[in-house]
């Protein structure tokens, strides 16, 4: 009956990774891994994303190009949609628009963002990101809004959003 009853009570193993980590890194930043333990959990990617940092189990994951994806549409799709409701906008046509926006630029990002650095320099990430915020822009221009300055605020904060996320995945990993 003990055994039984202990079964029963153990937490999930991504909520007990997380606080093994919180627990084992000693104050470093890996103490910050909600986030991360959310994603596993949602991506249900089990012990596979679990990275090996320094002989402790880490739970900042890699992303693939394909995860970068879609984790790029979720949010720029559903900031859409939450900025959209606030603008009076219809928010379906919001998340389409950024969908489609975003399936449009991140995709030729990837394919011209090395040649780009070769010849931009440190200049590349602002250079190629304002050349997506206008690209993205005309998307919500022409299928969400009427209005250009509503199409740039979407632009801008859906994009700020994904790279926000992004930027904080790439600097824990």
């Known amino acids: 009956m003990a055994n039984r009853t202990k079964k029963?009570?153990?937490?999930?193993?991504?909520?007990?990774?997380?606080?093994?980590a919180a627990t084992t890194n000693k104050g470093q930043w890996?103490?910050?891994?909600?986030?991360?333990?959310?994603?596993k959990a949602m991506t249900a990617?089990?012990?596979?994303a679990i990275a090996t940092v320094d002989n402790t189990k880490s739970l900042f994951m890699t992303l693939t190009q394909l995860d970068a994806f879609a984790l790029?549409?979720?949010?720029?799709?559903?900031?859409?949609?939450?900025l959209g409701r606030a603008l009076k906008l219809d928010p379906l046509r919001c998340a389409?628009?950024?969908v489609a926006a975003s399936s449009l630029t991140h995709p030729t990002l990837w394919a011209i963002y090395r040649p780009a650095q070769d010849y931009l320099g440190t200049h590349t990430i602002s250079i190629?990101?304002?050349?997506?915020l206008a690209t993205e822009t005309l998307a919500y221009?022409?299928?969400?809004?009427?209005?250009?300055?509503?199409?740039?605020?979407?632009?801008?904060?859906?994009n700020g959003a994904s790279w926000g996320a992004g930027a904080i995945i790439y600097a824990l990993t």
């Open 30 to 39: 890996h103490k910050a891994t909600g986030l991360f333990c959310w994603l």
């Open 128 to 132: 190629l990101e304002g050349l997506i």
């Open 8 to 20: 029963y009570r153990q937490q999930p193993a991504w909520r007990s990774d997380r606080t093994q």
């Open 45 to 48: 990617l089990g012990d596979d």
């Open 96 to 98: 389409l628009a950024a």
């Open 141 to 158: 221009r022409a299928l969400a809004t009427s209005r250009w300055l509503f199409a740039l605020l979407l632009s801008v904060v859906a």
């Open 72 to 82: 790029t549409l979720l949010i720029e799709a559903t900031v859409a949609a939450a």
